[in-house]
């Protein structure tokens, strides 16, 4: 049997129950197949992909709170360090009930190949929470975060593992983690990015993983001889990574149609509103439907659909295995020509494999969405030279990197005869870096 097959049937086997994490690996590894066998014996000697798929530490701890009713609730925290082969850990914090050690365990070995790919020193890591921020009151929100911290506190630092947000952690969370952070070590340091301007945080940090996504797009598509002026978009979700891939698409000329949350999605013909959609997001945490009460002429649709929704370019901004092949059949009829993942694997491996057969342009999320993490890299320079860079400045390098990531993708796919395939393009590139430092460091 061959080495990838070997590992990925001991990855299952040790991992049982954990559907997302085997999916993630199977993903790398099926595109890694190239490299590897080209360098079988040498990577067997090393251990080199059990130690790749095997967390370098999971630390999972009892988050208990006080709800505004007085009633104790427990949640369960986690962080997964999963490579820190060329970097201190780095990777967001998701806060949403269907959190897990799968899931977080698919998100960390995501984020370790991402991260390589920015070519900047970070290593790859995740963690969060089963706590539901949805309806909860800032004080609870606050008295949650507060209790997350005590205890992550003891793992983390600014050379070590940096946190940042992901799926129900913005602006409001990571400021009541800071603080709590700092309140206990006595350190004002960048253990946290995506932190406000007032506390050092970096200018473009919010808009990074949208904006970041859509130079990407518009990079892939100006390789095949197009780009986004004149396109119509359709984008799931409504949340961070959407809303300012939305902003981005519309300053480049397209026409953004649709956007969703976890209850439905809104159609608007004429383009729509980012300013509604971001009082009713931003400010209100209220829901996308009342968007279609405000704004005369737009559409609301309970429930999913919105993929049928005829586009150009479809950019699932949502959650993990968002878009599944009927979705990605219903793209192609309809004359979708790019898909490019703003969501951590939001398209199932059937829509992927069948979006790349139907010869569309696809660029996967570790790829597309690593401009938050980039710029969250950024936010750590700036702490460490405790200066602050114009947005300009952060704009422009967040542009170079997201080039720079398309450049490593098409490059690595081209020279192992898959052109144009950026899911292995982007796994190759992103393994070639890690593999490399892992093998100067010795079995670690
Ligand atoms: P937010 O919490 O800001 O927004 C998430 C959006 O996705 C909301 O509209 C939410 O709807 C929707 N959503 C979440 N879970 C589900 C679900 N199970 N089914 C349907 N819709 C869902 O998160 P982000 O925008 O930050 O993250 C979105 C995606 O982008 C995630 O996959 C994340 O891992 C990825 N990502 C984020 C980065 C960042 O910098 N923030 C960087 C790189 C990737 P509702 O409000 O109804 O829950
Ligand atoms: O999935 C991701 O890359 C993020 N949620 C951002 C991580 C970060 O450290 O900025």
Redesign the pocket.
């Known amino acids: 049997m061959s080495y990838v097959s070997e590992v990925m049937e001991r990855v299952v086997a040790k991992n049982p129950g954990e559907p997302e994490f085997h999916q993630a690996v199977k993903e790398v590894l099926d595109s890694l197949a190239l490299v590897i066998d080209a360098h079988e014996e040498e990577y067997r000697s090393i251990g080199l992909l059990e130690r790749l798929t095997e967390p370098e530490r999971i630390i999972s701890f009892r988050v208990p709170w006080v709800d505004d009713q007085g009633k104790v609730q427990v949640n369960r925290g986690y962080r997964v360090q999963f490579n820190s082969a060329i970097g201190p850990y780095k990777g967001?914090l998701r806060f949403?009930p269907?959190v897990n050690q799968s899931i977080l365990k698919f998100?960390g070995f995501e984020q370790v190949f991402k991260n390589s790919l920015t070519g900047l020193p970070i290593g790859g890591g995740k963690g969060g929470a089963d706590f539901d921020p949805k309806g909860k009151s800032d004080r609870e929100v606050m008295a949650f975060c507060q209790s997350f911290m005590t205890e992550l506190c003891k793992y983390i630092g600014a050379d070590q593992d940096v946190p940042a947000?992901?799926?129900?952690v913005?602006g409001r969370e990571i400021g009541y983690l800071y603080g709590q952070y700092k309140r206990i070590t006595g350190l004002y340091e960048g253990v946290l990015t995506g932190k406000g301007l007032t506390y050092g945080g970096s200018l473009v940090r919010t808009q990074a993983?949208g904006y970041g996504l859509v130079y990407i797009t518009e990079e892939m598509l100006r390789h095949a001889g197009e780009s986004l002026a004149g396109k119509t978009v359709v984008i799931s979700?409504?949340?961070?990574?959407?809303i300012y891939a939305a902003e981005k698409a519309g300053q480049l000329g397209a026409k953004v149609v649709a956007l969703s949350?976890?209850?439905g999605y809104i159609y608007d013909a004429d383009g729509i509103r980012l300013d509604v959609v971001k009082e009713i997001k931003e400010v209100r945490r209220g829901r996308i439907r009342e968007y279609a009460e405000k704004v005369p002429g737009s559409v609301y649709t309970e429930g999913k659909g919105i993929w049928t929704i005829p586009c150009d370019v479809a950019l699932p901004?949502?959650?993990?295995n968002?878009l599944h092949l009927e979705d990605a059949k219903a793209l192609v009829d309809n004359g979708c020509i790019c898909v490019a993942e703003?969501?951590?694997m939001p398209t199932t491996r059937e829509a992927t494999d069948y979006l790349l057969e139907k010869k569309l342009l696809f660029m996967p999320g570790k790829a597309a969405?690593a401009g938050?993490?980039a710029t969250s890299a950024l936010e750590m320079s700036q702490n460490s030279q405790r200066l602050s860079w114009t947005f300009e400045e952060v704009d422009e390098r967040l542009k170079r990197i997201m080039i720079d990531i398309y450049a490593k993708a098409a490059d690595a796919a081209a020279r192992y005869g898959v052109k144009d395939n950026f899911v292995a393009g982007a796994n190759i590139a992103g393994f070639e870096k890690v593999a490399d430092a892992m093998k100067a460091q010795g079995i670690v």
């Open positions: 967001g949403h269907t998100l947000g992901d799926i129900g913005g993983t979700g409504s949340g961070n990574v959407a949350d976890s209850n901004c949502a959650t993990q968002e703003g969501a951590n969405n938050g993490v």
